[in-house]
């Protein structure tokens, strides 16, 4: 299994000219640490005009500044919007192919549609068209990356024959992902050939059905892309304390802050009745704060033998990658956020090795134990 | 972080009738009712302004407009318009009544004593067809708002939801009045639903002491027409 780490850019209240900038500053730092630790991608999401939760705008500035001062660590778009009003489709593919380039071939592609009244009502965008307008995107980027002479005569934008510049250094090209946070959405992913980028912060028990409709579907897709990109990617908390008790007070009380941030956004689901938002996107918001200070097990937030527990759950539900938030804005103080990641590096990584994960498998098939039980789907 | 509204619930107050009215009891059945609701964005700081601190805007900031024109009740038939804040109330989805109108005094003291609203006189306008809707609510001093929605399209009716409403009734204590705060939920049994994309809301003559119009729309979000049954029952205290 592989670990990564994602971005939201939180900035709380009160603002001051310092704090969008700590906030970038400090998400830099980190990053350069989970690269010389050893995590495996970092992700960043494009999100506009969410005050305080989310000052992420222009992700693929930010994550070419991550590029420049790590080395490993995969470079994750997570998501392009890919609505033709807010980003025109030839500019995202540019943007990510510039991206890879410096990144040296570490781009994975993540692509989306918004899940906001917010965003989507301020470029004028019509709800229901933008699954629409996302499945025509996802269709064209890849004939931008790979073609000489692209065009393009579609629904929602149309090109006259243009060779679209710089082409990825990957060959032939990123991975691409969906975010998903919909039943809907993990069988769309599949049935394109891309990854499922999971983005509701669930436990195991949440994406149990969601990986086993993945799974099953991706075996026979028609792939948007050049190669089909099977992969799972799971996304938590994570907060890896000192001691339990520690790591509950200061992981569980910035998760609820997260949580009690993202329920005060005004997502489609609940204002705009459309056939394309099917699912709450924000439903994990409205987890009660009892809820989070439970800290549901697959949830990553404990001392290290906690989130190793946790995490065979993941493990056993088959997803190859978790990616976690690692704070909200300053509720959790910089160095401990530095602490967290070293001790999970530490004490957490090295049991989730290729190697250890098949002794596991072997142990269980020889004993009949099949681990530990995830808990009942959530309702 | 949340922004919750700064609101007192003495603001809300209203007059008592001298004497209790004569209504039915609740709750009423009114089957054959007909709902005309918009949601638009409004100003974040003239919401705050108008909201008690129990609840937190969102963001943005947006209200609830909705009509409901009842042919049959057990007070005959009657008109009922609510301007609601968007909010949430413990991170959970609500809506806190700012203004009320309905055109039945019936009606007028059933919702003053058992549920905060309606709470004012008016007239309202509802026409209502196969293809378009329109709504034109009024109080003594005049008309305050129009809502136009000239094309109708027909949706699958589940996918409409309608969070609970809340309001401030006025109760009597100790020989004075204090506000409570209630909650009306599980209303509408909705039957047939259709949007309207090009809803427009105007103001046709200026009130600018008026909650219909000092919470101006600044964007419309969503419009829908709704043929439903209505329960109008008694608002109880949140749990």
């Known amino acids: 299994m592989k670990f990564g780490i994602f971005y939201e850019h939180s900035v709380a209240k009160p603002w001051s000219r310092q704090s969008e900038l700590r906030a970038y500053e400090q998400a830099l730092e980190q990053i350069e640490l989970a690269d010389e630790l050893g995590f495996d991608q970092v992700w960043e999401v494009e999100h506009h005009f969410l005050e305080e939760y989310s000052h992420s705008s222009a992700p693929e500035v930010f994550l070419a500044a991550a590029a420049a001062r790590t080395k490993r660590i995969h470079i994750g778009q997570g998501i392009a919007v890919c609505l033709p009003p807010m980003n025109h489709p030839a500019r995202i593919a540019e943007r990510a192919a510039a991206l890879d380039l410096i990144s040296g071939g570490r781009l994975e592609f993540g692509t989306g549609r918004s899940a906001t009244w917010t965003e989507v009502g301020a470029f004028g965008i019509d709800p229901d068209s933008t699954k629409e307008m996302w499945d025509e995107v996802i269709r064209a980027i890849p004939k931008m990356w790979t073609e000489e002479e692209f065009e393009w005569h579609g629904k929602y934008f149309s090109m006259p024959p243009?060779?679209?510049?710089?082409?990825?250094?990957?060959?032939?090209?990123?991975?691409?992902?969906?975010?998903?946070?919909?039943?809907?959405?993990?069988?769309?992913?599949?049935?394109?050939?891309?990854?499922?980028?999971?983005?509701?912060?669930?436990?195991?028990?949440?994406?149990?059905?969601?990986?086993?409709?993945?799974?099953?579907?991706?075996?026979?897709?028609?792939?948007?892309?050049?190669?089909?990109?099977?992969?799972?990617?799971?996304?938590?908390?994570?907060y890896c304390g000192e001691d339990p008790y520690e790591a509950k007070a200061v992981g569980g009380t910035a998760a609820f802050q997260f949580f009690q941030s993202a329920a005060h956004l005004l997502g489609l689901g609940g204002i705009y009745p459309s056939h394309a938002y099917t699912a709450q996107a924000n439903a994990t918001a409205l987890l009660s704060q009892a809820e989070i200070f439970s800290l549901r097990e697959g949830f990553p937030v404990g001392s290290p033998e906690e989130i190793i527990e946790n995490l065979r759950y993941w493990e056993e539900v088959g997803v190859e990658r978790v990616v976690m938030l690692i704070n909200y804005d300053q509720a959790i103080p910089h160095n401990k956020v530095l602490a967290s990641l070293e001790r999970f590096a530490k004490h957490v990584m090295p049991e989730f090795t290729d190697e250890k994960a098949a002794e596991r498998r072997e142990k269980a098939r020889t004993s009949g134990d099949r681990g530990p039980e995830a808990p009942p789907m959530a309702t | 972080m949340p922004d919750p509204g700064r609101a007192s619930h003495e603001s809300y107050l209203v007059k008592l009738p001298a004497e209790r009215a004569d209504y039915p009891p609740l709750p009423w059945k009114c089957a054959g009712a007909t709902m005309l609701n918009v949601y638009f964005e409004v100003r974040k700081e003239v919401l705050l302004d108008r909201l008690p601190p129990e609840f937190c805007r969102t963001s943005p900031a947006y209200c609830r407009l909705f009509v409901i024109d009842h042919p049959e009740s057990p007070v005959g038939p009657f008109?009922?318009?609510?301007?609601?804040?968007?909010?949430?109330?413990?991170?959970?989805?609500?809506?806190?009544?700012?203004?009320?109108?309905?055109?039945?005094?019936?009606?007028?003291?059933a919702g003053i004593f058992e549920r905060g609203y309606p709470n004012t006189l008016g007239t309202i306008e509802f026409e209502s067809g196969r293809t378009s809707a329109r709504a034109l609510i009024a109080d003594e001093k005049g008309p305050l708002v129009e809502v136009v929605m000239p094309a109708l399209q027909t949706i699958e009716p589940s996918r409409l939801a309608y969070d609970h409403v809340d309001a401030i009734r006025t109760v009597e204590s100790d020989g004075g009045t204090r506000g409570e705060l209630v909650i009306t939920a599980r209303e509408l049994a909705i039957e047939r639903a259709a949007i309207c994309k090009n809803t427009r809301i105007e103001y046709p003559a200026e009130h600018s002491r008026s909650a219909w119009q000092i919470l101006q729309c600044r964007n419309v979000i969503s419009a829908q027409l709704v043929n439903l049954t209505r329960t109008f029952a008694a608002g109880s205290r949140p749990q």
């Open chain 2, 79 to 109: 008109r009922e318009a609510t301007l609601a804040l968007g909010c949430r109330l413990n991170m959970m989805p609500a809506a806190f009544v700012a203004a009320s109108i309905t055109d039945n005094p019936k009606a007028l003291a």
């Open chain 1, 162 to 238: 243009r060779n679209v510049l710089p082409k990825p250094i990957q060959d032939p090209h990123p991975p691409m992902w969906v975010a998903v946070s919909s039943p809907e959405t993990a069988v769309q992913a599949a049935e394109r050939g891309i990854g499922m980028l999971g983005v509701t912060l669930g436990t195991p028990a949440d994406y149990k059905r969601l990986v086993a409709d993945y799974r099953r579907i991706i075996r026979h897709c028609d792939p948007v892309g050049k190669f089909v990109n099977n992969q799972v990617n799971a996304a938590s908390w994570l």
